[in-house]
């Protein structure tokens, strides 16, 4: 939940007019445009969603910590499992997308994972806000069972996080997302992701490197795709999803076909721009001996 890693492009603010279609005039946004509250923007996919959305639609970034000095929209310093500011922050928004996540603390995990969630859930609820956006790993859904045995791994499989903290809390967090929507009607989509990528560099943040042959699984997006995968979820017309409560695993097309990102593109209508390529075919590095794909 740390602030921005990277530096992104400054971008216009994001004014807050009112509920549902009011733009300003000369905003150039959509006369449909929406009003959209970001949880636990600050961190690390925060930058590539806002960018995906600000010209399109009027945010509201929060996060616990004070906004990156090369963000210029309307922020509100929020803690995720401040269910009473969270509620509040909601009033007048049509989409509540929460990007919200912390790994390693036993009890903050819980809160920001698994309240934050609740606290989403409750405001959508409260405001009768008919669709919000939750975030992930793969692994909230696909635990090591699945992994490290299966094969052609889809999104609508019935999920299993297995006990890792991290996975463990945003498997309670989602389920809290599952029952409200049942009981509530709210529309529930779920993103999963797993490695981010820079397009211009794709060693990532692997502590020493990313080890050789075993850098692209079990999947990688850009980051830009990351933020645009956020964008269609919340424009997705409602008739394209089969159900109140959705989950998408977000990447492009890798060759080795462990996960399926068929569910994405089909009904998301999501299309990545960046294909990762180089973790596969080597362009971006030689590999310490001088031969390529040797083994």
Same mark, same amino acid.
């Given at each position: 939940m740390a602030g921005y890693p990277y530096p992104v492009a400054r971008i216009q603010p994001a004014i807050y007019y009112g509920h549902g279609s009011q733009v300003a005039p000369g905003s150039g946004r959509k006369a449909d445009a929406m009003n959209i509250l970001i949880l636990g923007g600050n961190g690390m996919l925060g930058p590539w969603a806002v960018r995906a959305l600000i010209n399109r639609h009027n945010v509201l970034l929060t996060d616990i910590n004070e906004p990156h000095s090369d963000y210029t929209g309307k922020y509100l310093q929020l803690s995720v499992d401040d269910v009473d500011g969270v509620v509040k922050a909601a009033e007048g928004m049509d989409v509540i997308v929460n990007l919200s996540v912390l790994r390693p603390h036993r009890k903050l995990a819980f809160d920001v994972n698994v309240m934050g969630n609740y606290a989403m859930m409750v405001a959508a609820r409260t405001h009768g806000i008919t669709r919000v956006i939750n975030s992930g790993p793969h692994y909230q859904m696909a635990g090591m069972q699945y992994e490290n045995w299966d094969f052609d791994l889809n999104p609508d499989m019935p999920p299993a996080s297995g006990t890792r903290l991290y996975a463990h809390t945003k498997a309670l967090g989602q389920e809290v997302c599952r029952v409200f929507s049942e009981r509530h009607g709210i529309q529930v989509i779920t993103l999963l992701y797993y490695n981010m990528k820079h397009s211009w560099d794709l060693s990532g943040m692997e502590p020493g490197g990313p080890e050789y042959h075993h850098d692209m699984t079990p999947y990688s997006t850009a980051w830009p795709d990351c933020g645009? @995968?956020? !964008? @269609? @979820? &919340? *424009? &997705?017309?409602?008739? !394209?999803? @089969?159900? !109140?409560? *959705?989950? +998408? +695993? &977000? +990447? =492009?097309?890798? =060759?080795? #076909?462990? +996960?399926?990102?068929? /569910?994405? /593109? !089909? &009904?998301?209508?999501?299309?990545? #721009?960046y294909h990762v390529e180089g973790l596969w075919n080597k362009d971006w590095r030689t590999p310490p001996d001088n031969l390529h794909g040797a083994f």
């Amino acid at each position: 939940m740390a602030g921005y890693p990277y530096p992104v492009a400054r971008i216009q603010p994001a004014i807050y007019y009112g509920h549902g279609s009011q733009v300003a005039p000369g905003s150039g946004r959509k006369a449909d445009a929406m009003n959209i509250l970001i949880l636990g923007g600050n961190g690390m996919l925060g930058p590539w969603a806002v960018r995906a959305l600000i010209n399109r639609h009027n945010v509201l970034l929060t996060d616990i910590n004070e906004p990156h000095s090369d963000y210029t929209g309307k922020y509100l310093q929020l803690s995720v499992d401040d269910v009473d500011g969270v509620v509040k922050a909601a009033e007048g928004m049509d989409v509540i997308v929460n990007l919200s996540v912390l790994r390693p603390h036993r009890k903050l995990a819980f809160d920001v994972n698994v309240m934050g969630n609740y606290a989403m859930m409750v405001a959508a609820r409260t405001h009768g806000i008919t669709r919000v956006i939750n975030s992930g790993p793969h692994y909230q859904m696909a635990g090591m069972q699945y992994e490290n045995w299966d094969f052609d791994l889809n999104p609508d499989m019935p999920p299993a996080s297995g006990t890792r903290l991290y996975a463990h809390t945003k498997a309670l967090g989602q389920e809290v997302c599952r029952v409200f929507s049942e009981r509530h009607g709210i529309q529930v989509i779920t993103l999963l992701y797993y490695n981010m990528k820079h397009s211009w560099d794709l060693s990532g943040m692997e502590p020493g490197g990313p080890e050789y042959h075993h850098d692209m699984t079990p999947y990688s997006t850009a980051w830009p795709d990351c933020g645009t @995968a956020v !964008r @269609a @979820a &919340v *424009e &997705v017309p409602e008739e !394209r999803l @089969a159900t !109140r409560c *959705e989950t +998408f +695993f &977000v +990447f =492009p097309d890798l =060759p080795h #076909r462990k +996960f399926n990102n068929e /569910k994405i /593109k !089909r &009904v998301l209508g999501w299309q990545p #721009r960046y294909h990762v390529e180089g973790l596969w075919n080597k362009d971006w590095r030689t590999p310490p001996d001088n031969l390529h794909g040797a083994f």
